[in-house]
């Protein structure tokens, strides 16, 4: 590729990254506030739809409490008089002022009386015998009130209990009245309508019955904030709570769906400032490569032509144009001084390239350093199935502190190089040593399918070749390895001292893996044990903390269960 492509990919490629930068910046910001706006909105429709519910349990006490405090019913309570019956008791009252069941109780805690609204009797007896078990509905004071929200087979009734008083709210107190109100279709509507709101209800029973809302449910039990919203889409957002019965259970789960206005304007936003940000990049990209190409490739090029005519007539005797006193002059200087004592240090060259070809090879996979040989300035791969081994040394930090130091080098590079031989023998690719560490990659940068258990083989190899230096060495050391698969990037990275490296989730799992793993044991993670364990050994070591990934099942594998896997 020629300079002007090359600073027009450069130039484009810096521009697309300071645009995705800010892209970034810009869609973390933003969509953060406006998510946190949404959420603050959703909550707050949550609690008007709990302030709704409270409000129709508040409405059932304020009526309730006409009916408590009455001189009427305050005689009623002591005669049993048929009069008040006759009057206030007939079938219809309950439909009248909105009521399901009516409970008139004694001061001896004897039910004297009942009403209901329907012919549903048996929700009334299920009633009566739960007021039977709830001794504080019955108990109460002058000023004292009980109301809220049970389950009953199912069905919720909004429920209020006050003592039965004079008009001047005097007693003492004669007992006890009930008014309870299902929680039906036609008030689940009334609250939806009359908040216009998209809401469903769930009761206990019926929500734990539904698989889709079972997610739902266990993050509501796990998280202490009684808020839960979750996106759908770009276009809804879901949110839940629950409502609690009078003994603080959840009993009412309530479902909230919205659109998303207030995040749909930050993506609109963040759009348009995005499209801005291009123009202006495009805009600054066409000036940058004018003023390139006029300043300075257009000499570079005259010099470049110049060297052409040289290498192609093979006249070392000719010379490059040197004109200013910049950069570019003193380079057609050095190529001049370059054409002077070519003929002389070919023969060095070729024996310098020889070594250079030498130390790429050591220090870059053959395939990789060929692609660099051949051109390539950037390098980076996308591996879907790729598996990463951590090791360190147990005991080396202490061995240092009474070692000397030829000795102690003399011991990790009798280590690293068993090693080594270990990793050439299975056909993997060293990636690098850091102090006392070793990482190894099977899968990369050539694909191999039986990347998971050439590594496991190798880790075992390890694990016994340790054992056996210890014996060697007189040593007390051990080793602690960790392995994990999937896909992994591949790159090279750095200008001076560049290395081929490794990135992805798999690396920081492999590396967690030894961190948290045991002296002379092999932690996998639990993909590694669902490929292998029917040809290999393992140890469930179950659940731990892995900093960065929480609760994790880790696995130790133990060895080989039949033949070896040799090398692909």
């Known amino acids: 590729m020629k300079l002007l492509p090359k600073a027009s990919l450069i130039i484009s490629l810096t521009l697309l990254i300071v645009l995705s930068i800010f892209y970034l910046i810009m869609n973390h910001i933003l969509l953060e506030k406006y998510a946190s706006l949404e959420n603050t909105e959703i909550q707050r429709d949550l609690e008007r739809i709990l302030d709704a519910i409270h409000y129709e349990i508040k409405i059932n006490d304020n009526k309730l409490k006409d009916w408590a405090i009455w001189d009427e019913t305050y005689q009623f309570i002591q005669d049993r008089n048929q009069n008040y019956i006759e009057s206030n008791l007939n079938d219809n009252v309950p439909i009248t002022i909105g009521i399901d069941i009516m409970v008139f109780v004694d001061k001896h805690k004897k039910i004297v009386a009942t009403q209901q609204s329907s012919q549903n009797s048996s929700l009334t007896i299920e009633f009566l015998q739960y007021l039977q078990n709830s001794p504080q509905l019955l108990n109460h004071s002058e000023k004292s009130t009980v109301y809220g929200l049970i389950t009953l087979s199912n069905t919720l009734l909004l429920l209020a209990s006050r003592p039965i008083l004079r008009n001047d709210k ?136 110049d060297v052409q005519i040289i290498t192609r007539s093979g006249n070392v005797s000719q010379r490059v144009q040197v004109v200013g006193q910049d950069e570019l002059a003193i380079l057609s200087q050095e190529v001049n001084a370059m054409l002077t004592s070519l003929e002389d240090q070919s023969q060095a060259l070729a024996v310098e390239q020889e070594k250079t070809e030498s130390l790429l090879n050591n220090i870059l996979p053959i395939s990789i350093a060929k692609r660099m040989k051949q051109g390539e300035t950037l390098i980076a791969e996308h591996f879907d199935q790729a ?70 083989l190798m880790a075992l190899k390890m694990r016994d070749k340790v054992f056996e230096l210890n014996k060697l060495f007189n040593l007390d050391i051990s080793i602690r390895i960790g392995i994990s698969t999937g896909e992994v990037v591949a790159g090279i990275i750095g200008k001076r001292k560049f290395a081929y490296d490794l990135w992805g989730d798999v690396v920081n799992t492999a590396a967690r893996m030894e961190l948290h793993g045991v002296a002379g044991k092999i932690q996998c993670t639990e993909m590694i044990y669902q490929l292998l364990q029917p040809t290999f050994e393992f140890e469930n070591r179950g659940l731990i903390e892995v900093k960065g990934k929480g609760s994790m099942q880790t696995y130790f594998l133990i060895g080989k269960k039949n033949q070896t896997v040799r090398n692909h």
């Open 387 to 456: 598996t990463v081994l951590f090791s360190d040394i147990v005991g080396f930090t202490q061995l240092s502190t009474h070692t000397t130091p030829a000795r102690l080098v003399e011991i990790l590079n009798q280590i690293f190089s068993e090693f080594d031989l270990i990793a050439d023998y299975y056909g993997l690719e060293k990636i690098k040593t850091i102090g006392d560490a070793y990482m190894v990659v099977a899968g990369v940068p050539q694909p191999c399918k039986l990347h998971v258990e050439t590594m496991a």
């Open 170 to 305: 005097t007693g003492p107190i004669m007992g006890t009245l009930i008014f309870a109100k299902v929680f039906n279709d036609a008030l689940s509507q009334a609250i939806t309508q009359r908040l216009r709101l998209n809401i469903r209800f769930y009761p206990y029973q019926e929500a734990y019955q539904q698989p889709n809302l079972q997610p739902v449910l266990t993050m509501l039990a796990t998280t202490p904030n009684p808020f839960l919203v979750l996106p759908k889409n770009n276009q809804f957002v879901e949110s839940f709570t629950w409502f609690y019965d009078l003994d603080n259970q959840p009993s009412l789960l309530i479902q909230l769906i919205k659109k998303r206005p207030i995040y749909q304007q930050g993506l609109q936003l963040i759009n348009r400032f995005l499209i801005a940000l291009t123009l202006a990049g495009f805009l600054f990209l066409g000036i940058s490569l004018l003023l390139i190409r006029q300043l300075v490739l257009s000499r570079l090029f005259q010099l470049v032509k």
